[in-house]
């Protein structure tokens, strides 16, 4: 079986393909090496689809990675949204979300964004469930989350709190968020997929 992301060339020699890496909702940021995908012309996208339309112009487990930064709070449905991530990246690829925590300044003041979400509110396609893994049938396990609060509170060492422990991250989001509140939560998921 061919070892993923390794090429043949030739009768023996090998080398390594690079990681395919998606940028959805480019904008006029793309990531260096991917391919940007973005609803609007007038950005820096490789290739111009909507993802609330459905599916995207290429096939399962094309990527390795995908960044979506700043792009779930404009979707129309962020499950199908998910699913079709999952769909378009390999087992064991990496998905990375970056969106604003609900009560950070920009998460009201866009007039596109249809979602205000917390740092639980992709739990639903983890094992943490919290009993309503039947949303959907697609799986993630999040390997990293990084919440970034407003500068006072960072330097007050409340960021670390959230960051480190699970428990006051809680609390902070239960009790302390309208006050001490948040800015961007930067989610990192590994792709699971059933064998078969
Ligand atoms: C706030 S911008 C973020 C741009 C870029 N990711 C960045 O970090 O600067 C949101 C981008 O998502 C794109 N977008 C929003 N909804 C989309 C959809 N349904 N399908 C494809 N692109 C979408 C918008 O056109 C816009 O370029």
């Known amino acids: 079986m061919r070892e993923r992301g390794v090429k043949r060339i030739g009768s023996d020699a090998l080398c390594h393909a690079p990681p395919m890496t998606l940028d959805l909702g480019c904008g006029q940021n793309k990531r260096p090496g991917a391919i940007g995908v973005d609803h609007n012309r007038d950005t820096a996208a490789d290739v111009i689809s909507n993802i609330d339309r459905g599916s995207l112009p ?48 920009s998460s009201f003041c866009d007039p596109t964004h249809r979602w205000h979400l917390n740092t639980f509110s992709f739990r639903y396609f ?17 390997k990293r989350l990084q919440v970034k609060l407003l500068r006072l509170w960072k ?12 428990a006051f ?7 302390l968020c309208y006050v001490i509140r948040g800015k961007a939560m930067v989610f990192e998921f590994e792709v699971v997929k059933q064998a078969g």
């Open 58 to 105: 290429f096939r399962d487990n094309s990527f390795d990675k995908v960044w979506v930064v700043h792009v779930i709070e404009h979707v129309e449905n962020v499950v199908s949204t998910i699913e079709e991530l999952h769909r378009l990246t390999r087992a064991g690829g990496v998905i990375v979300i970056e969106t604003p925590h609900y009560t950070d300044f």
């Open 126 to 142: 983890t094992a943490d469930d919290a009993g309503y893994g039947y949303y959907t049938q697609c799986r993630l396990r999040q």
């Open 155 to 166: 330097l007050l060492g409340f960021e670390l709190a959230v960051n480190h422990s699970f």
């Open 169 to 175: 991250r809680k609390f902070w989001e239960h009790y």
